[in-house]
Structures are given as structure tokens and as C-alpha cells.
């Protein structure tokens, strides 16, 4: 598995209070950091606007804050993975779902990292699939079949050469499914999935963009 900063999504093995269950944390690094910039951005603008600015500017600025720092929050820190012994718990922008392992029919990796339970789909926002990188470990696949074409090289040596990388998506899911198949028939993981709304997003998020669409409206 990767480290917990390597490509797209990562894994801190240790459990953390706010997931309790939780011994592997997937998150996507790059979309932590943009979140991070991003609400810098808004920060030193909207804060700007609210000092500065004249008018309704001020109020402006403050309703727009309120509308999109919760949206910045929910898709760029919010999403996370946590997978434990007896069930996997997604968290994504807006709902965070629960999945006992024995619930859990499939996880896939296509064009987005999608888990199967309960006869419904639930994409995995904390592990994004980069297909450049997808693209890059199968050259590096074929770059290494061609120079040992009757696999006589140990898989230590290929592997300290960086040689027959998966992409960090697929390597995820492949850890998921492990762990799907091993612990689903412990007796804490059995139960049907449950999902429940992120209502401390929607309703700061709703509120702030209701008062821009108010203060825009009476302009």
C-alpha cells in the first residue's frame, strides 16, 4: 500500500477518536490541499471585502462566505474513507454512509472508485482515479515485461526499481476488497448499510447562498 501523502489518496493505519472503528484512513492528498488553498483565497477576499468594502459589499462578501466555505470544505476535506474490521464508513461531500463488510457486494475502480452494497452504488470521492497515472504504471507494467520477458528478475528487485506500479486508486481498491473478503464473516460486520445526511454542510451552506440570492435580488 502507499504512503499516506503518495499520489492521489492515502492510508494512516492508526485510528483516530472521530472514527472510533477506523485502523486505515484513505483521503486524496491533492484535493486536501486545494481545499486548504482555496479557502485561503476566500479568506483573504471575502475578509477584504468585509473591511473594506462599502455599501452592502460587506454583507455581500459575508453571505457569499458563508454559502461557499462549507462547499469548499465538503468537497475537498470533508471526503475520507475509513475502513475497519467490521465495516467500511464513506464520507462523502454530503452524506456519510456506513457499509458492514457483509453488505458490501463490490468494489470497483473505473473511471471513478464506486463500492456496491445493498443492491445500490456510493462513489468514493477520497480515492479520485487518475487515469495519467493509470496510464504511466501500465508503460512501466510493459517497460518491464519487455526487459525480462521470461520474469526471471525477483519481485523485490522489480519493485525496487519502481517497475509493475498499479495506479494509487486501484491499489486502494484492491486493499478495500481484501479486507471486504476477510472480515465479512465476522459478527460485527454483518447489517445492512446505513446513510445518513451531512446536514451540518447542507444547512450553512444553504442559509449563505439563500441570503446572497436574497441580497442580489433586492439590489
Same mark, same amino acid.
Given at each position: ?47 477584504? %471585502?468585509?473591511?473594506?468594502?462599502? *455599501? !452592502? $459589499? +460587506?454583507?455581500?462578501?459575508? /453571505? &457569499? ?6 462547499? =469548499? ?71 518491464? %515485461?519487455?526487459?525480462?520477458?521470461? *520474469? !526471471? $528478475? +525477483?519481485?523485490?528487485?522489480? /519493485? &525496487? ?6 495506479? =494509487? ?51
Amino acid at each position: 500500500m502507499t504512503s499516506p501523502h503518495d499520489g492521489a489518496s492515502g492510508r494512516r493505519p492508526a485510528a483516530t477518536q472521530d472514527d472510533g472503528y477506523a485502523d486505515r484512513v484513505y483521503r486524496s492528498p491533492s484535493g486536501m490541499a486545494a481545499g486548504v488553498l482555496l479557502l485561503a483565497l476566500g479568506a483573504w477576499l471575502g475578509g477584504d %471585502a468585509i473591511v473594506r468594502g462599502d *455599501g !452592502r $459589499t +460587506p454583507w455581500l462578501a459575508l /453571505a &457569499g462566505l458563508v454559502g461557499a466555505v462549507p462547499l =469548499v470544505v465538503a468537497f475537498t476535506l470533508r471526503p475520507a474513507v475509513y475502513a475497519g474490521a467490521d465495516r467500511l464508513r464513506v464520507r462523502n461531500p454530503f452524506r456519510t454512509i456506513t457499509l458492514p463488510w457483509a453488505s458490501v457486494a463490490d468494489l470497483r475502480a473505473g473511471y471513478s472508485s464506486e463500492v456496491r452494497a445493498g443492491g445500490a452504488t456510493y462513489q468514493l470521492w477520497a480515492v479520485p482515479v487518475s487515469l495519467r497515472q493509470r496510464k504511466r504504471a501500465a508503460r512501466q507494467q510493459a517497460r518491464a %515485461a519487455a526487459e525480462d520477458p521470461y *520474469g !526471471r $528478475t +525477483p519481485a523485490t528487485v522489480r /519493485a &525496487g526499481r519502481g517497475e509493475n506500479r498499479r495506479a =494509487v486508486s486501484d491499489q486502494t481498491i484492491d486493499d478495500l476488497r481484501e479486507l471486504a473478503e476477510r472480515n465479512a464473516a465476522r459478527e460485527g460486520a454483518q447489517g445492512e448499510p446505513r446513510v445518513r445526511w451531512a446536514y451540518e454542510v447542507i444547512g450553512p451552506a444553504v442559509a449563505g447562498l439563500a441570503a446572497l440570492a436574497a441580497l442580489l435580488a433586492t439590489r
